[in-house]
């Protein structure tokens, strides 16, 4: 039964990973440099992702944040520590592997801050951010490496797995390149040992929450000066 559970995840890890890809491809294709079109792929994507996430892993997730509650104060140092160190971790290792960036990289799609509907659709692509978070925690550490655990040779294997595919995902974050994505598998390396410390996905949720909130954030200060001024 457990090894039919693991096989399963290891397809829907798969399956999400390679989804993930081929749908940002697409919607490349299908967008070229619009980026409203090109916003809403992703968002029918992850946002069926999300909803997929909650209704299996429910008493999963309801029982760990019972958990990160009772020792509250232990994982919010926890979650603390977490996301310092992802950040220390991304900004010393992508000076070198950012030469790895092609020289005619993917483009990316930024949004104009001086419409309302740029600024809206801004707000949203942070919002998006967050949930995208929130979902790959949920895939590659907990279905990609944690369900793993009864097994430590093969959660050691997988952890490593898991964090590959979780900075391979971000190929178009870095122009189009696998090799210069290596800083966020870092940076999964970082989320899945602190969740085997702590043993709570909320933990590495949180603590990718904050990595993620800086354009939410951003994008909130943007709107408010511009209906200030």
Not at 50 to 76: D, P, V, Y
Not at 86 to 99: A, G, H, K, L
Request: charged share 10%; aromatic share 16%; glycine share 6%.
């Amino acid at each position: 039964m457990r090894e039919n559970t693991m096989k399963k995840s290891l397809v829907s890890v798969s399956l999400i990973f390679i989804g993930t890809l081929l749908i940002l491809t697409v919607s490349r294709m299908i967008a070229g440099t619009n980026g409203y079109v090109y916003f809403l792929f992703p968002l029918i994507w992850f946002m069926g992702l999300f909803f997929r996430e909650i209704q299996t892993k429910k008493a999963m997730l309801s029982n760990q944040w019972t958990e990160f509650k009772q020792a509250k104060w232990r994982n919010i140092l926890f979650v603390i520590l977490t996301l310092v160190i992802v950040s220390v971790v991304i900004q010393m290792t992508r000076p070198f592997f950012n030469q790895f960036i092609p020289k005619n990289p993917a483009h990316g799609y930024d949004y104009s801050i001086d419409t309302a509907l740029g600024l809206l659709f801004s707000l949203l692509a942070g919002l998006l951010d967050l949930v995208v978070a929130f979902v790959e925690e949920v895939t590659y550490r907990y279905e990609g490496m944690y369900i793993y655990k009864s097994n430590k040779g093969l959660l050691a294997v997988m952890l490593i797995v898991s964090s590959l595919l979780f900075g391979f995902s971000h190929y178009y974050n870095f122009g189009g390149s696998f090799i210069a994505s290596i800083p966020y598998a870092c940076a999964g390396l970082v989320f899945g040992v602190f969740y085997l410390l702590t043993k709570n996905i909320w933990v590495p949720i949180i603590a990718h929450l904050l990595f993620n909130s800086t354009a939410v954030l951003s994008s909130l200060f943007l709107i408010i000066v511009k209906l200030i001024s």
